[in-house]
Every structure is written in structure tokens, then in C-alpha cells.
């Protein structure tokens, strides 16, 4: 089956530790988003890739890093600059500029 | 400044009645519009869009109503499911661009 598989589900990170979200598709398609939930809100865009090897900064992309190296992976580094990172992170697919963004079932990071 | 927001942080329906969530956008240069339904741990999943040169649009079940004049979108659901009980969130893009402004959600919650 087509989708987006995000992982690690849960994933903890100590003070001032780097680390990396995996996001893949098998969708075959060009543009590939990163969001931030927090409880009771909305999605907040932290960068976005419409092709490989090349991205844009969103609303929140301080404190995070993304590389776009093949078009099925986009993976997201939350990064010791990040000092709230807390949260919900969703990452999205999406064939074109005017459809849908499909979206993966998120990774939920917690700090230790 | 642009924002999507939502009239009621809560809808509460009857197990077989229609429900109607609401949305309002402030942007009158947004050209696309989006809902999702996510559930509790999950990524949001596309229900329906509409393109700004449109007024209604129909799926199963579903139904988005879009109003330029005073920039309100609306999902109408159709004899609603206990597995409809969900946050829907709409969103809106501005000026074909691959940014989402998303709303902060309603709550459907449907009584048996």
C-alpha cells in the first residue's frame, strides 16, 4: 500500500542531545512537508521541499534541519537550539502545488 | 492578517443527524481550500477540498460549502457516525503557494 511512514511513534531526547525524524513516502511524490502540533491547536508549517535537494524555511524553523537527498525521504533534525520541542510532529506528501497533502501518523517527542 | 479560524471549538450531534462545522478565513488572495479529520494519535486525513473558483463541492457523506463574500468555509457531514467523532481542522493556501494555514480545530463529538 501507498502512504507515509513516519518513525520513530515515540521518541525522547535529553538536554542539548540532536535528533532526527524519519519521514518516507512511496507515493512518488515531488513535494514533502514538515509540521508542528501542539496540544489543542493547529498544524504550523517547519519547512517544506517541492524537489530533491532543495527546501524552504516555514513559519517555525528555527531550531530545526532538514536535507531533501532523495525524493521519498525528508528527514527533520529538532536540533539543542530548539528549546521548546515538546510536541507532535506530522510530516506530509503531496503530488502538486493545488492537492491535498496526504499525511504520515506523526512522531511525539518529549524531553527527558 | 491571515488566519483560519474556527466558530465552535466543540460540536456535540446526535448519532444520525447532520452536523455543520464552520469555518472562517481572513485572506481573500487564498485560492484553495482543505479539510481534514484527525483522530486522537493519528495524522489528519483528507476529506474534501474546493478551489476558490468553486462554491460547492460533494463527497460521501460530505459536503464543503464556500462563501468568498464573507471568506466562510463549512463541512457538512450527513447522518453522522459514531466514527465520525474526530477534530476537523480546515485550512486555506494563499496564492498557489504550497504554504497551509490551518485552523485550530473543532471537536465533533456524536452521541449514540
Known amino acids: 500500500d501507498g502512504g507515509i511512514t513516519q518513525s520513530p511513534k515515540y521518541l525522547f531526547r535529553k538536554e542539548g542531545q540532536n535528533v532526527t525524524l524519519s519521514c518516507e513516502q512511496n507515493?512518488?511524490?515531488?513535494?514533502m512537508y514538515w509540521y508542528r502540533q501542539d496540544p489543542g491547536q493547529g498544524l504550523r508549517l517547519i519547512y517544506y521541499s517541492q524537489i530533491v535537494n532543495d527546501f524552504q524555511k516555514g513559519d517555525i524553523a528555527e531550531g530545526y534541519s532538514v536535507s531533501r537527498e532523495k525524493k521519498e525521504s525528508f528527514p527533520l533534525t529538532v536540533t539543542s537550539a530548539q528549546k521548546n520541542p515538546t510536541a507532535f510532529y506530522l510530516c506530509?506528501?503531496?503530488?502538486?502545488?493545488?492537492?491535498?497533502?496526504?499525511f504520515g501518523d506523526g512522531t511525539r517527542l518529549s524531553i527527558l | 492578517g491571515e488566519s483560519v479560524g474556527l466558530h465552535l471549538p466543540t460540536l456535540s450531534v446526535q448519532e444520525g443527524d447532520n452536523s455543520i462545522i464552520n469555518c472562517a478565513y481572513s485572506?481573500?488572495?487564498?485560492?484553495?481550500f482543505i479539510w481534514y479529520k484527525q483522530e486522537s494519535g493519528k495524522g489528519p486525513q483528507f476529506i474534501i477540498d474546493i478551489r476558490s473558483n468553486m462554491d460547492k463541492r460533494q463527497g460521501q457523506r460530505v459536503t464543503v460549502l464556500l462563501n468568498k463574500t464573507v471568506k466562510h468555509l463549512s463541512l457538512q457531514i450527513a447522518a453522522t457516525q459514531p466514527g465520525d467523532s474526530a477534530v476537523y481542522f480546515c485550512?486555506?493556501?494563499?496564492?498557489?503557494?504550497?504554504?497551509?494555514?490551518f485552523g485550530s480545530g473543532t471537536r465533533l463529538l456524536v452521541r449514540p
Open positions: 485550512a486555506d493556501r494563499m496564492d498557489s503557494s504550497y504554504k497551509l494555514i
Open positions: 485572506n481573500s488572495a487564498s485560492d484553495y
Open positions: 507515493l512518488n511524490h515531488d513535494a
Open positions: 506530509a506528501s503531496s503530488i502538486g502545488l493545488l492537492q491535498p497533502q496526504h
